[in-house]
Nanobody, 123 residues
Framework: QVQLVESGGGLMEAGGSMTLSCAAS????????MGWFRQAPGKEREFVAAITGSGRTTTYEDSVKGRFTISRDNAKNTAYLQMNSLKPEDTAVYYC????????????????WGQGTQVTVSS
């Protein structure tokens, strides 16, 4: 069982930066690939970024490439999402999730989810 808790959301002006954190419980954090997803009001939850358990491989949704960076610190059982050059369309609830395989863009592949953290970007 893995419990995930996101933090770091809030209100930011367009062009600003923000870092989200995802703290995980358990002693096998490095065995899980981690993903970040987001859900805007009235829209489906969508993939943002993912990272393998070792941290050596990452993948991003096209609209965030070059602006967002996913990383992890396995010693701290924490995953991060660094978000730069924020845009109003990045406004959403951001969720972190964990899976034991590598199907990064598939919601159904993730067995564990956090409660989400709100990110609001003003224009």
């Amino acid at each position: 069982q893995v419990q995930l808790v996101e933090s770091g959301g809030g209100l930011m002006e367009a062009g600003g930066s923000m870092t989200l954190s995802c703290a995980a419980s358990g002693r096998t954090f490095s065995s899980y690939a981690m993903g970040w997803f987001r859900q805007a009001p009235g829209k489906e939850r969508e993939f943002v970024a993912a990272i393998t358990g070792s941290g050596r491989t990452t993948t991003y949704e096209d609209s965030v490439k070059g602006r967002f960076t996913i990383s992890r610190d396995n010693a701290k059982n924490t995953a991060y999402l660094q978000m730069n050059s924020l845009k109003p369309e990045d406004t959403a609830v951001y969720y972190c999730a964990a899976q034991g395989t590598w199907s990064p863009r598939s919601l159904n592949a993730y067995a564990y989810w956090g409660q989400g953290t709100q990110v609001t970007v003003s224009s």
